[in-house]
């Protein structure tokens, strides 16, 4: 009998290898930053107007490629003004990827990066502790709500944290994509293990509704080459299918029939399209900028 399904992020070195071939066979990373370098600076465009320094909280930081990015168009809107970046990422080996990325990075002698070592909760609950409360004008959470226990309640500490030209930038799975397809057909037979938690924009967009703040949404497409997902034994094709899944060693350790059922989805034209001999899951993503 096959072993329990256990949810990827119960083994982080192959989370991180998996992420690595999803970034390798997705347009992901390319697709957000033609949207840093194209779009955001307009949408901050007040952001940092008189100010002597930019205040800027990434939360679930990664290792900074996106980041990084981001703060090259806060420079080039306002060139010379100082900015503090600080980033929220409770994986060590992602910060000091981050901190590697910094120091090969050149321009970066007026920003001043400070890293906190802890989960989003983890740093509510410190600065509530501190008694702190910051403000900042600019803050972003970039494909991370998947891993935050209460969404609701920590879009509403962070939104709480804006200065009064500033802006909150959520960035997460779009409803027309086929992880929405993918999901919620078949999410409730993945093992989350409490660890995780399928959100699309569609829930994003309900949960600030039913608190009425003001946002608008941009949509990025993108898509991933999953043609290597339908070889059996490929490598990369089964870190692929354990990133989807969210499952450790999905192939293996997933009952035969929801492991067929998943590659006969992920075919399908909700989620995917065929070009050429290969299959392009759809990978589009949302944009949602918070009001103050």
Not at 3 to 17: A, E, H
Not at 42 to 48: N, R, V
Not at 184 to 210: E, H, M, Q
Not at 235 to 248: Q, Y
Request: with cysteine.
């Amino acid at each position: 009998m096959a072993p329990p399904m256990k949810n990827l992020l119960t083994d982080l070195s192959r989370y991180v290898r998996c992420f690595h071939v999803f970034l390798a066979k997705s347009t992901e990373h390319q697709t957000m930053k033609q949207f840093v370098e194209q779009q955001l600076p307009g949408l901050l465009a007040s952001t940092g107007s008189g100010k002597s320094a930019i205040n800027i909280l990434s939360v679930g930081g990664g290792a900074g490629e996106i980041d990084l990015q981001i703060i090259s168009a806060v420079q080039a809107s306002y060139p010379g003004v100082a900015i503090n970046n600080e980033v929220i990422e409770p994986s060590a080996d992602q910060i000091l990827k981050y901190k590697e990325h910094v120091a090969a990075t050149s321009n970066l002698d007026n920003v001043k990066f400070t890293w906190h070592k802890e989960t989003a909760n983890e740093y509510e609950r410190r600065m509530k502790a501190e008694k702190k409360s910051q403000k900042w004008d600019f803050i972003h959470m970039i494909q991370m709500l998947y891993y935050v226990k209460d969404i609701p309640a920590i879009i509403r500490y962070f939104h709480s944290l804006l200065d009064a030209q500033a802006k909150l930038l959520i960035i997460l799975v779009s409803e027309t994509s086929g992880w929405e397809t993918l999901w919620t057909k078949y999410g409730s037979s993945f093992p989350t293990d409490d660890l995780c938690t399928y959100v699309s924009s569609a829930n994003i967009k309900g949960i600030l509704d039913s608190v009425g703040l003001k946002y608008k949404i941009y949509e990025l497409p993108s898509h991933m080459d999953i043609t290597c997902c339908f070889t059996e034994g490929d490598n990369d094709g089964e870190l692929l299918l354990d990133f989807l899944t969210e499952t450790c060693e999905f192939s293996k350790n997933a009952p035969p029939e929801l492991r067929q059922q998943v590659l006969e989805e992920l075919r399908k034209p909700g989620c995917s399209e065929n070009r050429n001999g290969k299959v392009f899951f759809n990978n589009n993503m949302s944009v949602i900028m918070v009001e103050p």
